[in-house]
């Protein structure tokens, strides 16, 4: 409820600022804010992502010439009882895996060296899989975010210029080097990348 509460007032005090703009002004504020949500929004979809995949990682590793994936589950699933409201914010302690250690040191017992290996080979493919995936989309929504502080913060300069356009003492710009000015932003912005 504090956070409807918040984003009213939030959104309250934007439109109150934004009738008080000039209408270029105006222009400015609502593109600049809408980008600058609009590459938030997808910085966070991003980082979501990273976290938790869409989509079983298995289907992503190569098993090459093998006929089949290995027999033996490297990776247990399954908790008894089932996932309760509780289980997620506390560890229960009646919360367990289905599957006993004394019941899957007996299947290892019974399968072969080979299919322990092949299981092992294609868990350790699985999980650099996934860190390849997080560490990509990880900088992805990085990047994302650096953009939106840089709409931000363009979208703040073009309204505070726009809005004292007539104070600026026109006199005094042609002591400026305008061609330095330039290529100090454009290094900058080339080194942030």
């Avoid at 997808?42 to 869409?54: E, G, K």
């Amino acid at each position: 409820m504090a956070l409807l509460a918040a984003a009213v007032t939030l959104t309250d005090k934007y439109l109150s600022l934004l009738e008080q703009l000039y209408p270029f002004s105006k222009g400015i504020a609502v593109a600049g804010s809408t980008l600058s949500v609009l590459c938030l929004f997808i910085a966070l979809i991003l980082s979501f992502r990273s976290i938790n995949p869409s989509n079983n990682p298995n289907e992503h590793i190569n098993i090459g010439d093998w006929l089949d994936r290995p027999p033996l589950q490297y990776y247990l699933t399954g908790l008894v009882p089932a996932m309760r409201w509780e289980d997620y914010l506390w560890d229960l302690k009646d919360s367990k895996l289905n599957v006993s250690a004394s019941d899957y040191y007996n299947v290892l017992m019974k399968s072969a060296k080979q299919d322990l290996l092949q299981s092992l080979t294609c868990e350790l493919l699985k999980l650099s899989y996934i860190k390849e995936k997080k560490i990509h989309r990880s900088k992805a929504s990085l990047k994302w975010i650096e953009v939106c502080i840089w709409v931000a913060g363009l979208t703040v300069v073009g309204i505070l210029l726009t809005e004292n356009f007539a104070n600026i003492p026109f006199r005094h710009f042609g002591s400026i080097n305008v061609n330095a000015i330039f290529w100090l932003m454009v290094g900058h912005i080339i080194g942030d990348f």
